[in-house]
């Protein structure tokens, strides 16, 4: 089982980026989740699914601005983000959480997400002023 990111790149403050997170060998319902972290700050849960796309989370510091959603047929969760900061600037990771937990919220998102879950390697995202 593997979880991939795509999508990163260099961008000017204002501009967006989408990221994708493809999932593949998860053969259970799974929650699925956007995380960052920036260098000398910790993990911050940025966004959240649920298994089947009704309820989604997002950080005060993304909200309005960042849109999560998925396509189980594709296996695929993407993470639209838009007038982007240069505080956005981070490696963003996705990661998959097994469960059919229906409502996404802080303490369900938080970046203590377990190591045991199903983790991607990251995809950096910059933001210039």
């Known amino acids: 089982a593997q979880v991939v990111e795509s999508g990163g790149g260099l961008v000017q403050a204002g501009g967006s980026l989408r990221l994708s997170c493809t999932a593949s060998?998860?053969?259970?319902?799974?929650?699925m989740g956007w995380f960052r972290q920036a260098p000398g700050k910790e993990r911050e849960g940025v966004s959240c699914?649920?298994?089947?796309?009704?309820?989604?989370y997002y950080a005060d510091s993304v909200k309005g601005r960042f849109t999560i959603s998925r396509d189980n047929a594709k296996n695929t969760v993407y993470l639209q983000m838009n007038s982007l900061k240069p505080e956005d600037t981070a490696m963003y990771y996705c990661a998959a959480r097994p469960g059919r937990v229906g409502a996404m919220n802080h303490d369900y998102c938080s970046g203590s997400w377990s190591s045991a879950y199903y983790w991607g390697q990251g995809t950096q995202v910059t933001v210039s002023s």
């Open positions: 699914i649920s298994w089947n796309g009704g309820s989604a």
């Open positions: 060998g998860l053969n259970f319902d799974y929650a």
